[in-house]
């Protein structure tokens, strides 16, 4: 069991998604273990007082954990240890970020961390041990990028997170739903018009799962809860990948869509939907889902209807760029990337549409296969039609919220998660301030861990 842990941040500039401003003047973040403990000027921190409480509720209360507090504390102070140093139990850290940026880490609200490929029906024949190990290399990339928790919606499972929690795969903070929950023929069923196999989603590979009719539907909402899922991804209309479906479909009947949202409101959860058209978004929001992935054919009645009801929207524009651009290329069939057709204008309305209404936005990259890399581009693509601190909150704030972590993600407050970045540059004035990670972003911190240090 690795002991206490207490890294000291100086001189930074805080910025603040939720005010839309950085602080006045420089801060100190003191980070004790996976938790801000404290941010303010330097001398009122009282970091000998918060090091002695983190022992304390430890079990390390005494005199002897107090002088070893003591002795960490006065070590931080002093600015003397810039590298990691021990300090009794503690290891403590000492950085002068130097008048930058300080931000919450990144969110980003729809991923697809086991598509190694944009061929998602061939994905079904690669064995799952394969598709592990590119699932790793994908989630680091991610990390590296500033991302601190992603959403994954369709595919990675419990292990998975587990295996990025315990450390053995470095990545994000990986929140699921689990296979998404698909009709037959519907975007989530990947076979093809003369194949008949089951559909039923057993293998990690796979990015949904195939139900039919209200008992159906249930038992595999039940069962992707049961299996750790964070909350409920339900393919509500056709798709681009889907080799048998319009954009146009709807899918699920009402009754279906109801019970679904039935089952993950019973285990205090939530829906998310893949829905284009704003006949699909109608039916999803009217029936309680929480969200909207995509959303690139809203229109009036449907914006007013989510703003009414406070449903996010996430979209993915940079994903149907960067098919058009090099789909192919990635393995996804031509007469796919020809689905896409004009998607990302489309999606840029959507967008501008829903700012005027007051829609919650998160950010979403939907990437697969190599085209991961481009996780980033979405900021470039929304900039077109959205302001900085839209971005940057739809990339922190709103998706805490979404997630329903608003208490411990999103912000750079005493009590939240240390998911920290230290950018150059003031992203709420320039956003591609976070575009360029090799050369911008000089520290990335996730859950108090120093993942990257070029301060």
Sequence with gaps: MPGPSALLLRNCR???????????????VLIVNDRIAAVDRPWRLRIAERLTQVAGAVGAAGAAAAAAA??????????????????GPWTVQDIDCRGLTLMPGLCDAHVHVTA????????????????????ARVLEGMLMRGFTTVRDAGGAD??????????????????????????????GDMRGKG??????????????????????VRKAARDELRKGAHCIKIMASGGVASPTDRLTNTQFAL????AIVEEAEACGTYVCAHAYTAAAIVRAVEFGVRSIEHGNCLDEAAADLMARRGTFLVPTTVTYQQLLEGGAAAGMAPE?????????????????????KGIPMCYGSDLLGDLHAHQLGEF?????????????RAATTNCARLFMQDHELGRVEEGYLADLLLVEGNPLEDISALQQPEQRLKLIIKGGRLVKDAA
């Design 14 to 28: 805080v910025l603040d998604a939720h005010a839309g401003a950085l602080s006045s003047e420089p801060l100190a």
């Design 380 to 392: 470039g693509l929304r900039a077109r039609v959205l302001p900085p601190l839209e971005l940057v």
């Design 336 to 356: 796919l990337v020809a689905k896409v057709g004009s998607l990302v204008q489309q999606g840029l309305d959507s967008m501008r549409l829903a700012l005027a």
């Design 116 to 135: 190694c490929t944009a061929n998602l029906p061939g994905l079904l024949s690669l064995p799952e041990s394969l598709v592990t190990a590119r699932a």
């Design 158 to 187: 419990w292990g998975l997170a587990q295996a990025v929690e315990e450390g053995t795969i470095l990545g994000p903070r990986l929140l699921f739903t689990g296979h998404a929950l698909s009709q037959t023929g519907g975007h």
């Design 255 to 258: 009754e279906e869509l109801r």
């Design 70 to 87: 003591s002795e960490a504390a006065a070590a931080l102070m002093a600015g003397t240890v810039r590298q990691p140093a021990k300090c």
């Design 195 to 216: 194949e008949d196999f089951c559909a039923c989603g057993a293998a990690l590979r796979g990015i949904g799962r195939v139900c039919d009719g209200v008992p159906e």
